[in-house]
């Protein structure tokens, strides 16, 4: 809080005082809460601005209590007032009963407040009140559950939930697909950190950010992994993976290993509640990659043979086409050459030589003749147009810089398919459909990392007729401006991929190693303002990297615990170890280097190991949360 407020502040609370009634009732004294640096200005200011006397309330001070109760000022910090609030596991010591549950917690927990939670104050200021915005916090939790100590509050939020995290499996199709990445990844650091070994030096930097950022790719959809597979897959991976694949599409259906799972959880949900859950149609979607992994290949097979590759994603395109400056292009590059560019003019699109992309010649077998094809122009959000595969209720949906062409080839061939989806992707499908149907009044943001993720997550929409909203950073200005107005204003807009307070749920699909990047997420719809009860979920995929991020989470989180005063834990830096768990298990040789990294669950990907664990059927059926 700057001067002007505190002036503020103590002008409201000398103009008015507590009434005659009031002070009848008990109702005699302001509790003034600061951070603990604080404290000595505020008694400074109270001393300059008012007649009133202040005093300093401390627990430990018992030399002026009988000068305390007479003051209509008291001032004390956060880190004392949480001193008079209970943990759960202080009232587990304090009953002498480890086995306590949170609900029974809260039972005892009155008779163990300390004094602040039983006096009755007549008015409560907080300073700094973004020192408790965090919902996970202690204070958050006094201040959200226990505000009937206070007598008259600042404000009042309704309260938040946090939901367990969802945990799913992946499907036999994408384990196979996430090992290979995971293994080649683990290589190329266990490599890194032996070379360092051997040269008798340390390793250094933030390489760790891109390693991990494929396998947080890997665990929300294969799709994302475009690059990935064509900068570091041998052609011998994508042999075997699609001679895996192929196999398991004729034995194993991917609806049978997670949308079925997703109908049972809804109906043993409804079932819970006393009444049928209807069927949710958009959960029946195959899983087919292959055609994407062959194109990979015949990029392999090709990669040297530069002048036969797209100039713009750099595949060997399978029809080629030709601007006028002669480089080559393939179909999906144009076609998203046109949807990119919105104005009347188009700018250049070939890569190299930045070409006009307005008569590109299309190269046929030479006993047909060469085809001419006219790309036309873009006219913009202002003409009218057909709403695009992907594009939001606005027609809009973002871009990348990156060249991706999975996406593209699978929108071109869908045909009356749906869009191959991972186990995130479906999981999130089934929850949004049900929180839909449900809570025909609440709104949804739904948060990743990855623009191409959005727009999966746009098409899956699109394909539940759930009308969406994007908002992204690569988003005009106007188009964000748009996008939150109309979440906001507009009943039939349920999700969106961002931020408001007209919105009481949130999911998180990406792990995040920082905490803090999740509580800002929440904080967009927990902030002043809501009105509604508040929901936040993550949705996380066993033996992933989003296991070993949400025991980073933890184990940060406990470190600032202990320490006296508040950290953000942003500020808590990664140690290379750190870095190097997030892909499995790290093995130190004698001397206590890092040398390897290894798996850290059982089965890995192996054939065989994949096929024993999938086919015992053993899904948890506990994996979804009760209050959705």
């Known amino acids: 809080m700057g001067l002007e407020k505190t002036l503020e502040t103590l002008a409201c609370i000398a103009g008015n005082p507590p009434s005659k009634e009031d002070q009848k009732n008990g109702l005699r004294t302001t509790l003034v809460i600061v951070p603990a640096n604080a404290i000595d200005q505020w008694i400074s200011e109270i001393g300059k601005h008012c007649d009133s006397a202040v005093s300093h309330y401390k627990r430990s001070d018992t030399r002026n209590e009988v000068a305390r109760q007479h003051s209509p000022i008291w001032i004390t910090s956060y880190n004392e007032l949480m001193q008079h609030y209970p943990s759960d596991n202080m009232i587990r010591k304090a009953t002498q009963n480890p086995l306590l549950t949170a609900e029974d917690c809260e039972a005892h927990r009155p008779q ?5 939670f039983q006096i009755r104050f007549y008015r409560l200021v907080l300073d700094e009140a973004h020192a408790i915005k965090n919902h996970t916090s202690r204070r958050m939790q006094y201040r959200t559950q226990n505000t009937k100590f206070f ?28 090992r290979r990445v995971e293994g080649i990844l683990r290589r190329k650091v ?17 390489w760790w950010l891109i390693e991990v950022l494929r396998l947080r790719q890997a ?19 994508i042999e075997w993976l699609i001679s895996e694949l192929s196999k398991i599409q004729t034995s194993n259906p991917f609806i049978d290993q997670i949308g079925h799972w997703c109908e049972e959880q809804l109906q043993v949900r409804r079932s819970e509640q006393g009444s049928k859950a209807p069927k949710h149609e958009g959960l029946d979607a195959s899983f087919d990659m292959i055609r994407q992994l062959e194109k990979v290949n015949k990029h392999k097979d090709w990669e040297k043979r530069a002048h036969d590759l797209c100039r713009r994603c750099g595949f060997v395109p399978d029809d080629q086409f030709y601007p006028k400056c002669g480089h080559v ?22 890569g190299p030589c930045n070409a006009l992309l307005a008569n590109v010649r299309r190269s046929l077998p030479p006993t047909q003749d060469p085809e001419i094809v006219e790309i036309g122009y873009w006219r913009g959000p202002s003409a009218k147009k057909r709403r695009g595969r992907g594009d939001d209720i606005n027609g809009i949906q973002p871009t990348t810089k990156s060249k991706t062409t999975f996406l593209a080839d699978s929108d071109r061939e869908i045909g009356n ?11 999130l499908k089934s929850i949004l459909l049900d929180w839909c149907k449900r809570y025909p009044n609440d709104k949804i943001i739904v948060f990743t990392l990855f623009v191409d993720g ?32 109309d979440f906001a204003e507009k009943k039939e807009i349920r ?13 998180i699909l990406d792990m995040w190693w920082n905490s803090a990047m999740e509580q800002q997420a929440f904080g967009r719809v927990y902030r002043m303002g809501q009105k509604k009860e508040t929901y936040f979920g993550r949705i996380l995929v066993r033996n992933s990297v989003d296991v070993r991020l949400a025991q980073l989470q933890l184990a940060k989180l406990e470190m600032i615990a202990k320490t006296i005063k508040d950290h953000d834990s942003s500020d808590m830096a990664l140690s290379i170890e750190d870095q190097a768990a997030l892909l499995g298990r790290v093995v130190r040789d004698e001397d206590g280097n890092i040398i390897e990294i290894v798996a850290d669950y059982d089965d890995e990907a192996d054939t065989d190991a994949i096929n024993a664990t999938w086919n015992n059927d053993e899904w948890d059926q506990e994996t979804m949360v009760k209050d959705i």
Do not use: W
């Open 190 to 206: 266990s490599k890194l950190f032996r070379r360092a070994k051997e040269q008798n030096q340390k390793v250094k930097g933030r």
């Open 219 to 237: 665990v929300l959809h294969p799709f994302l992994l475009e690059n990935m597979m064509k900068d570091h897959f041998e052609p011998k991976d």
């Open 454 to 485: 959005g727009r999966i997550v746009g098409r899956m929409l699109q394909d539940a007729n759930i009308d969406f909203l994007y908002y992204f950073g690569s988003m005009s200005h106007a188009e964000k401006q748009k996008a939150v107005k």
């Open 151 to 178: 007598g008259h509050a600042l404000f009042e939020l309704p309260r938040p939930h946090v939901l367990e995290p969802i945990m799913v499996n992946m499907s036999r199709e994408e384990a196979l697909i996430y």
């Open 495 to 507: 999700v969106l991929a961002l931020n408001l307070a007209c919105a009481n749920r949130v999911i």
């Open 112 to 116: 163990y407040l300390g004094p602040l």
């Open 417 to 427: 398919n749906m869009l191959t989806p991972s186990a995130k992707t479906l999981v």
């Open 329 to 350: 292009l393939c179909q999906s590059c144009i076609e998203s050459y046109a949807a990119e560019n919105r104005s009347s003019t188009m700018t250049g699109g070939c």
